[in-house]
């Protein structure tokens, strides 16, 4: 099993740019999780889905943010426009087993 | 959110036991207590978790009281490899609302 997949490893962009984050769950998890991580307000929850549905979306700072998961192999989370204050770690988990899984996440650089 | 409460750091020397404690006075009955750890910028890696009894596994032993209140992790022979961020957690088995605090960093030293 390869585990939780996270693309892109690093991504740097300039302020009001669209920034895509995408997540592949391990195989046969109905539930996944999207966290921030920074060095003020650590790890955060932002969002989950179970079965593909969004459940609780409270964590999700402003309208700037939004995720999505059309299937069960996939799920991305978009910040149209960004900003330098989104800079950050986000990591995506997958449930099973009594468990969370966590990808390696994604290193976002805002200028 | 979270329902925890963990001290800021710990030290260890290499090869002795690392005993980290974790308050939880407001846990539910139907909620069980979870440890993960994080290694520098890695993602969060499961340890342990348990509702009521003791549990070992290949990582660690996890003690919770009686009361459930409190629980503490052990790293039996703690290593170099071990030093990193531990994090208590209390969730129900949906994971609704499975918060991180601020966590335990633990500093073994040789």
């Known amino acids: 099993d390869a585990g939780v997949i996270q693309s892109p490893r690093h991504e740097v962009t300039e302020m009001g740019q669209e920034v895509t984050l995408r997540c592949k769950p391990i195989?046969?998890?109905?539930?996944l999780f999207w966290y921030r991580q920074t060095m003020m307000r650590g790890l955060e929850l932002l969002i989950y889905?179970?079965?593909?549905?969004?459940?609780?979306d409270s964590g999700m700072p402003e309208d700037r943010f939004s995720a999505k998961m059309p299937n069960a192999s996939f799920s991305t989370l978009k910040i149209q426009p960004s900003e330098p204050r989104d800079s950050a770690v986000y990591f995506c988990?997958?449930?099973?087993?009594?468990?969370?899984?966590f990808g390696s996440g994604t290193q976002l650089s805002v200028l | 959110d979270a329902k925890t409460t963990q001290p800021t750091s710990m030290d260890c020397a290499e090869g002795r036991a690392a005993n980290l404690p974790c308050n939880h006075s407001?846990?539910?009955?139907?909620?069980?207590v979870y440890w993960y750890r994080q290694i520098h910028s890695q993602g969060p890696q499961y340890i342990i978790h348990?509702?009521?009894n003791n549990e070992t596994n290949e990582m660690a032993s996890l003690i919770i009281t009686e009361d459930r209140k409190s629980s503490t992790l052990i790293l039996p022979h703690a290593t170099l490899r071990d030093t990193a961020v531990y994090y208590c957690?209390?969730?129900?088995?949906?994971?609704?609302?499975?918060?991180f605090g601020s966590g335990t960093k633990l500093n073994v030293k040789p």
């Open positions: 988990a997958s449930r099973g087993d009594l468990r969370l899984f």
């Open positions: 195989s046969g998890h109905n539930s």
């Open positions: 889905f179970n079965n593909n549905v969004p459940i609780d």
């Open positions: 407001t846990i539910s009955g139907n909620e069980y």
């Open positions: 348990g509702l009521k």
């Open positions: 957690i209390v969730s129900q088995y949906n994971f609704n609302k499975f918060y």
